[in-house]
């Protein structure tokens, strides 16, 4: 996985409560086996005013001039702001990766659903909480002034403004050091293999019937 | 000390390590695979060169996208239209071949939607942990499982570890109690918890489902309530083991026989909340107070009972709320103030995760039988969740109920749900469906979805618009 340790980049809206993994990428691209080529066709349905599939070129797609990361202002946009429970729905782990690939690294939201926001982790995508008021102000501030940075700093658990001012956030431990790490989640677990093989002896005795049934 | 909810016991016996950051390494029993979310996760583990830690607790099925028209499934993978679905369903053949895990495929008896098929092969036991690719999973819950979606990353690291990273969520009691009244059902309950908590309302919380009218429940309607604690934004949805728990799985394909069988019941006769446990939450509903519910919406806390109206955007208390029901409103093309029972259907969708068990068809059925579809309605899907449940609809005579009604009865999958397959709705269509999502699009670009029981899709079908189905029966 790729580390994620500081970022400064370019605030991109997304004004709107409860947007869910289906809005973020819609089931129709979720036909491909790969991992990645997802970024055009992040926010589909809002961001096309036609409809799209998988493999369809998007560089002649007529584009919604309603919705904000059109727009040239938001071009480049890494940093997403959104509003609470972002990422419900579906499980699909092609929202992050739709997300990363059009590149976007942070996420600031009042609120995320459980699934997505662990997902993000799992991609090297940091997704921050912040106070309801707190995005409510970042959100007229990334308004009023174009060209509107912020500066994330992973280990001091920091948002920078454009006027130098601090948010700080929370962030657990363990998802905090497998993002300053890149760490392969996988590999850290297999070094408790001797952990796992112990516990599994005592389930086997425990609970035979969950063993071996399934041929 | 207060006692143990069935959440902390389910967790208890599944930890393999507590860790002083505060999160644990949870051994898992149980993992159902299809064919969306898991092509990355098994190009992960060739490109890492890893192995499946077991092969004996995986089971595979496709089931998102295979088709239900009868002449497309005929001839399995080969007959799929669409070529990129084609493919994606071919590579859970080839992954499941290289790696030894048991699949049910496309057209074998044993295939349908991973959790209509996990509970009714024996594959789902009570106290185990079950995992998938897919939000839904909190279904399995209804056995006294600890059950949740998982991302393709954590379907890779549960492949190759047994195991997953994880941290205990908080404890929340739903308690319905009383008697349902006619017409009212599983459907309606958990529509009914979602529109009073939020779909954020149980985020960061494992829901368990208690009282009389969730004990009252059958496997199936409890299988429907735990299904959509996600759309109340809980990962787990749990019921406690009791006789028609045992009952369901008895003699299910892989269930435990002969005196393993005795010795697993009296293990799952424990798997209840005590009665002293602590929750962090309780929420209380009345039985009584349940009308059937419809969602007028885009998200599924946007529901009323049947008796009630749009709602308008100028009522609610804050902004972003007005501005997030003005444009459900807006894509739905409805106006607030109006009775929903106003609201005209294009199409009728029954099937899916959340209603496509037997039950849920007889229900239908018993609307549909000797009635007629409106004419103003363009096609009724009805989709059974599983090649069983369609085997056994037609020992019943479900599906001549069906046919002779004017619907259309189709082969096992997931369907319109999520129109991954060619069952999708038009642009302004609207959908009775008795799904679990009606986020925009879902069941098609621009496709209106309504939220409902399969008695009341059946009985929309036959008005050709939203309709209280009490006023069929």
């Known amino acids: ?215 | 000390m207060s006692g143990k909810t069935l959440y902390d016991k389910l967790w208890d016996a599944h930890l393999v390590d507590s860790r002083p950051d505060g999160t644990a390494l949870l051994y898992i029993d149980r993992h159902i695979i299809h064919e969306v979310t898991s092509p990355q996760a098994f190009e992960g583990l060739r490109l890492a060169g890893r192995k499946l830690w077991r092969t004996d607790t995986n089971v595979a099925t496709p089931d998102h996208n295979v088709p239900t028209d009868r002449e497309e499934r005929k001839g399995g993978i080969a007959t799929i239209v669409d070529e990129v679905s084609r493919i994606q369903v071919q590579t859970l053949d080839d992954n499941c071949e290289e790696f030894g895990i048991t699949e049910f495929k496309i057209n074998d008896i044993g295939q349908g939607i991973v959790h209509v098929i996990g509970p009714e092969l024996g594959v789902t036991l009570p106290g185990a942990t079950v995992v998938c690719g897919d939000s839904h999973t909190a279904t399995h819950g209804a056995f006294g499982c600890l059950a949740h979606g998982i991302g393709t990353s954590e379907v890779e690291h549960v492949l190759a570890t047994q195991c997953l990273v994880t941290s205990k969520m908080k404890n929340m009691l739903v308690r319905v109690d009383g008697e349902l009244g006619p017409g009212v059902t599983a459907k309606d309950v958990i529509l009914a918890i979602i529109g009073k908590i939020g779909t954020a309302g149980g985020s960061g919380y494992a829901i368990e489902f208690g009282g009389s009218t969730i004990r009252s429940l059958s496997m199936e309607g409890r299988m429907t309530i735990c299904n959509m604690a996600i759309e109340a934004g809980a990962r787990v949805g749990l019921v406690g083991v009791d006789e028609k728990t045992i009952a369901y799985v008895k003699g299910a394909r892989f269930a435990p026989t002969g005196e393993t069988w005795d010795k697993a019941v009296a293990y799952w006769q424990t798997l209840t909340s005590d009665d002293d446990a602590g929750f962090d939450a309780v929420v209380e509903l009345n039985a009584a107070d349940i009308e059937p519910h419809v969602s007028w919406g885009t998200s599924p806390d946007m529901v009323v009972p049947i008796s009630g109206f749009v709602p308008r955007p100028e009522d609610q208390a804050d902004a972003t709320r007005q501005k997030g029901y003005q444009r459900a409103l807006d894509y739905m093309g409805l106006e607030g103030g109006i009775p929903v029972t106003d609201i005209r259907i294009d199409k009728v969708f029954i099937g899916s995760c959340t209603n496509s068990r037997i039950e849920d068809l007889r229900a239908a059925a018993a609307i549909a039988k000797g009635r007629k579809v409106a004419d103003s309605i363009k096609k009724v899907y009805v989709v059974p969740g599983s090649w069983l449940v369609k085997q056994q609809a037609e020992d019943e005579g479900l599906d001549k109920v069906f046919i002779e009604a004017g619907m259309d009865w189709r082969e096992p999958g997931c369907s319109m749900c999520l129109a991954m397959n060619s069952d999708v709705l038009g642009r302004g269509e609207h959908c009775a469906s008795t799904s679990n999502r009606n986020f925009e699009g879902r069941q098609g670009p621009g496709g209106r979805t309504h939220l409902m029981s399969p008695a009341m899709a059946a009985a929309a079908a036959i008005a050709g618009h939203i309709v209280d189905v009490r006023q069929l029966a």
């Open chain 1, 1 to 215: 996985m790729k580390a994620f340790i500081s970022h400064r980049g370019l605030v991109g809206p997304v004004d709107l409560a409860n947007v869910d993994t289906d809005m973020i990428i819609p089931k129709q691209f979720l036909k491909s086996i790969k991992r990645s080529g997802f970024g055009p066709y992040l926010f589909d349905e809002m961001r096309y005013l036609d409809e799209g599939w998988y493999g369809k070129d998007c560089s002649t797609r007529p584009l919604n001039p309603d919705f904000a990361l059109n727009q040239a202002r938001y071009q480049g946009a890494s940093v997403l702001l959104a509003r609470e429970n972002f990422g419900c729905g579906s499980s699909r782990e092609h929202a992050p990766w739709a997300l990363d690939d059009f590149g976007i690294r942070a996420i600031i939201a009042p609120s995320y659903a459980d699934i997505f926001y662990n997902n993000c982790f799992k991609n090297g995508m940091l997704p921050i909480i912040l106070g309801k008021a707190v995005i409510d102000t970042l959100f007229a501030e990334v308004a009023a002034n174009p060209g509107y940075e912020l500066a994330i700093d992973l280990p001091a658990q920091t948002i920078t403004k454009p006027d130098g001012s601090t948010i700080a956030f929370e962030v657990d431990a363990f998802r905090k050091q497998c993002l300053l790490e890149g760490l392969d989640e996988i590999g850290l677990t297999l070094k408790e293999a001797d952990k796992i093989r112990a516990f599994e002896a005592g389930h086997r005795q425990a609970q035979p019937w969950m063993f071996d049934a399934i041929k």
